[in-house]
């Protein structure tokens, strides 16, 4: 995980670059979470298994609308309910640290191409941001976003995206 003013390095996506620099010419503190911090996540808490065998009636050539829904549900509940391992915490918490967020302040957790997110008081260490973080990911899994995977990709696999934290 990078703040802002270190987004310079090649850890941080191309394609996240534009959206990053924007915020940081706006003056604006914040950190990108990588993709690879949210792919650890899933791979942590055996996620991907757990989803699989959730998903596992779903037929994309024949989706049942009505089956799916509570599906959707469950995987969003799947990812706020589980855990990230110790050491990402420890290293999510320093790097808000790093990030100097004012006590208080309020931070917005969002996808780089989302206009909105999820919005959470910071409070060190950054539990309430975590929480948010973990909301946004589960945002991938609502019934339309599962569908529309479905539907262009034949499967409800996705691949993980950076995060951004910025004040709201």
Do not use: C
């Amino acid at each position: 995980m990078l703040t802002f003013a270190e987004a310079h390095a090649p850890a941080v996506p191309a394609a996240d670059h534009a959206e990053v620099t924007r915020l940081l010419a706006l003056g604006t503190p914040g950190v990108i979470v990588p993709p690879a911090f949210e792919e650890a996540f899933y791979r942590g808490g055996n996620l991907p298994e757990q989803l699989r065998r959730l998903f596992s009636r779903v037929r994309p050539a024949r989706i049942d609308e009505d089956a799916l829904e509570p599906l959707a549900a469950q995987a969003q509940a799947l990812i706020r309910t589980s855990y990230l391992m110790d050491d990402a915490v420890q290293a999510f918490y320093r790097t808000l640290a790093r990030a100097s967020f004012p006590a208080g302040a309020v931070v917005r957790v969002r996808r780089p191409d989302a206009a909105l997110g999820e919005d959470a008081p910071f409070l060190a260490p950054g539990t309430a941001t975590l929480q948010a973080m973990k909301r946004v990911w589960a945002q991938d899994w609502t019934f339309d976003a599962v569908l529309e995977r479905l539907d262009s990709a034949g499967s409800v696999a996705l691949e993980a995206r950076s995060t951004l934290l910025h004040p709201a």
